[in-house]
């Protein structure tokens, strides 16, 4: 059965949705991708929105908290102007905050948030991993066996990346911040220290070729003295992050921010999208 989807702003994930609901022929129209060469756009949102039932918002939402995220497009939709024509409609959006989400269950929509379901954050681990991975190959002077990698965090993209990571004969050690994480860090067969134990002399930050933060929350700061100035630190983790960028700074690391891996990777990718002959052909 054919259903009406209506996408605005995002993404080149949020274009290629709009091509594989299109071919599998639904009802499509889409906005906020304007800088695409000879790509059709509607006019007017507006009108958009209500003829269509389904409304596919960006991941993420919004930047700035004022506009939603319109990466290929010169025009901007406020978020307050927008929220005026969503009512009794079913939202799909990734990374929205609470208070948005609830201002939008006001007006009767229903609202589903990619990022907090539990099998979507899972699988968005695994091209946050690889395209860590990507970094660390393209930023070491050391071959990836043998090195040795502390993960700081266990959870979901701490998973996937150690199991990638040793995969590639790496030396995987996994900071964790819980019981249960050492625990399934245990069963995994990984060598694992407590965050307690990065603190005093038996363990520090120097054995380490390459230092991966996933955890969104400052724990370490004069302990960044004791990293290698050669060794690799990448931070994954968004605001307030997991390392101080005034400290990184002063102590000269080699340091990399990465965040919304699975995003740029998208986006970077590809340069210009042409429509000739209904093939879509990548440069």
Request: hydrophobic content about 40%; aromatic content about 10%; glycine content about 4%.
């Amino acid at each position: 059965m054919s259903m009406n989807f209506c996408i605005i702003g995002g993404d080149l994930r949020s274009f290629f949705l709009a091509k594989l609901l299109s071919k599998e022929k639904n009802e499509v129209t889409v906005y906020g991708f304007d800088k695409l060469e000879n790509f059709k756009e509607c006019e007017k949102y507006e009108e958009m929105i209500r003829h269509s039932e389904y409304i596919i918002l960006p991941t993420p939402f919004s930047k700035d908290n004022q506009n939603i995220h319109m990466p290929f497009s010169n025009k901007h939709v406020a978020i307050k102007e927008l929220f005026y024509y969503l009512e009794n409609k079913k939202i799909f959006v990734g990374n929205i905050h609470q208070a948005l989400e609830e201002e939008l269950h006001k007006k009767h929509n229903e609202v589903i948030d990619f990022m907090k379901k539990e099998e979507f954050a899972i699988l968005n681990a695994i091209p946050t991993a690889e395209a860590t991975i990507e970094i660390i190959l393209k930023n070491t002077k050391k071959i990836l066996q043998n090195s040795n990698c502390l993960i700081m965090g266990f959870g979901r993209i701490g998973k996937v990346l150690a199991y990638k990571l040793s995969g590639l004969s790496a030396k995987v050690t996994c900071m964790i911040t819980n019981e249960v994480e050492k625990a399934w860090a245990v069963a995994y067969g990984y060598e694992t220290v407590c965050i307690e134990n990065m603190k005093n002399t038996c363990t520090k930050f120097k054995q380490y070729d390459i230092i991966i933060n996933t955890i969104p929350k400052i724990l370490f700061e004069e302990e960044l003295k004791e990293i290698k100035k050669e060794t690799l630190v990448i931070d994954l983790a968004s605001k307030p992050y997991g390392f101080d960028r005034k400290m990184v700074e002063q102590e000269k690391l080699n340091f990399i921010e990465a965040l919304g891996l699975p995003r740029k990777i998208s986006t970077n990718n590809i340069c210009k999208i042409y429509e000739r002959d209904d093939k879509t052909i990548y440069e």
